[in-house]
Structure formats: C-alpha cells, structure tokens
C-alpha cells in the first residue's frame, strides 16, 4: 500500500513535514514535490517542469527523514535534464558516389533520445541505431543514391515530437571519368 505526501520540507526551505510521508526528495533548490511511498525501500516522486528548465548533467538529489533521528543523506546524481530538441554537429562520412550500394553512416551531435531517427530531406531513414545521446548510425538505402546532388541530414526525436533546426549536407557524387581509349578518326 501506498501514502503520499502533498508537501514536505528540506532543509533550508520554508514549511514542515505533512502528508504522512516518512522521507522527503530533496532536489536542488529543494522544490516541492508530491512523494509516494511504495514500500520501506522505495519512494517514488513526480518532480515538477520547472525543475526541466535547462539541460544539465547528473541532477543531485538527496532524501531527508524529518526528527527524531533523521537528517539528509547525501546528494546522488541520479538523472540528467536533456534539451529535447536533438542537435546535428557531424556526420561521417558525408559523402557516397552515385549508384553506391547501402551506406552506412554516423550523426553525431547532442540530445538524440533512445527514439530518435536520422532524417533524410525531412524523411526518417529506418533502420536508425541509437548509440548514445550524442550518436545515431543510419543505413542510406541505393534508391537515396541514385541521382547526384546534395541532400540535408538531420535527427529527429520521436517520442518528444522535435526535430533538429538544423541539418548538415550529404553529398552524393558523380563518378569521375575514366578514360579507357581514344580513337581519333583520321579524315584526310
């Protein structure tokens, strides 16, 4: 079973423990949030969207049992804000012939989340591998690389519903000639 707590207080803020909750979160700036206790070893907490404001790594968060006997444990890094809105710095390579068969390549840039797809002139390319927040790999099918030009990369955050502003240029190449014999007709 279950209780929540509706408001709390860490230390250095203002209020006092109520709602019947054991242990309060403690995130920095010790904002209130709404506590659950699951069972004695585990607390569940819905933080609130102010605390998403900017993107910043390893979020400390500390637990704080009210007196008697308690206090506030030490702070752990638990979780990191990411901007949602996935950025493309690189791409490699960024470039291919004409008429290449499948072409592997790697986007790198920041903030791509475990659902996001490279895109290609606005289209998802599938499969796209998600290796980390600051990497996708994408196969260009033969059909992207039928005709010579340039086309725009991008990435694309599915599950938060945000593209990148930006896009970095794949080119795709014409052969260069190569000559095999010349036959000069003579005409006198």
């Known amino acids: 079973m279950s209780s929540s707590a509706t408001a709390y207080y860490c230390p250095g803020t203002a209020g006092v423990p109520s709602g019947g909750a054991t242990a309060y979160i403690c995130p920095a700036g010790g904002a209130s949030n709404t506590v659950t206790t699951v069972d004695p070893a585990t607390l569940k907490v819905l933080v609130s969207a102010s605390e998403f404001t900017s993107p910043r790594a390893n979020v400390p968060i500390t637990l704080y049992n009210p007196d008697p006997g308690g206090g506030q444990s030490a702070a752990m890094s638990l979780f990191s804000v990411i901007d949602a809105t996935p950025v493309v710095s690189n ?15 790697t986007v790198t840039g920041s903030s791509f989340d475990p659902s996001a797809v490279v895109t290609w002139d606005g289209a998802d390319l599938s499969p796209t591998t998600w290796n980390n927040y600051g ?23 599915v599950q938060q519903g945000t593209q990148s502003a930006s896009s970095i240029t794949f080119t795709v190449n014409n052969p260069k000639p190569t000559l095999m014999s010349l036959d000069i007709p003579r005409s006198w």
């Open 91 to 105: 791409i490699t390579p960024n470039s291919a012939s004409l008429g290449a068969g499948p072409t592997s390549f």
């Open 135 to 157: 990497s996708l790999t994408a196969t260009i099918p033969p059909a992207n690389l039928a005709v010579s030009g340039t086309h725009r990369v991008g990435a694309r955050n």
